[in-house]
């Protein structure tokens, strides 16, 4: 079982930038997949970024690409979400995945099955 907490989320402007941090206890962090889901208002959770066990391999949706950057530190059981040239359209509640088996890549969504509380991220114009 693994617990995930997550921190960073607040108010940014359009233009702007936040750093999500997600602490991971509970089983060996470095040996699995994390990833960053957000569910915006009235919408389903969706995938944004994953990041393999190894740190090696990244993987981000679409409309993020170029602008958000995922990133782990094993040594911290810690992983980050740094998002830059924010838009009012990446509002939402900002959850921490940490996949279901070791040793994943983080490239799909399915693969994730623990989750953190969310963090709120609002961008306004």
């Known amino acids: 079982q693994v617990q995930l907490v997550e921190s960073g989320g607040g108010l940014a402007q359009v233009g702007g930038s936040l750093r999500l941090s997600c602490a991971a206890s509970?089983?060996?962090?470095?040996?699995?997949?994390m990833g960053w889901f957000c569910q915006a208002p009235g919408k389903e959770r969706e995938f944004v970024a994953g990041i393999s066990w190894s740190g090696g391999g990244a993987y981000y949706t679409d409309s993020v690409k170029g602008r958000f950057t995922i990133s782990r530190d094993n040594a911290k059981n810690t992983v980050y979400l740094q998002m830059i040239s924010l838009k009012v359209e990446d509002t939402g509640v900002y959850y921490c995945?940490?996949?279901?088996?070791?040793?994943?890549?983080?490239?799909?969504?399915?693969?994730?099955?623990?989750w953190g509380q969310g963090t709120q991220v609002t961008v306004s114009s």
């Open positions: 509970g089983r060996t962090f470095r040996s699995y997949a």
């Open positions: 995945a940490a996949e279901k088996t070791p040793l994943g890549l983080g490239a799909r969504a399915a693969a994730f099955g623990s």
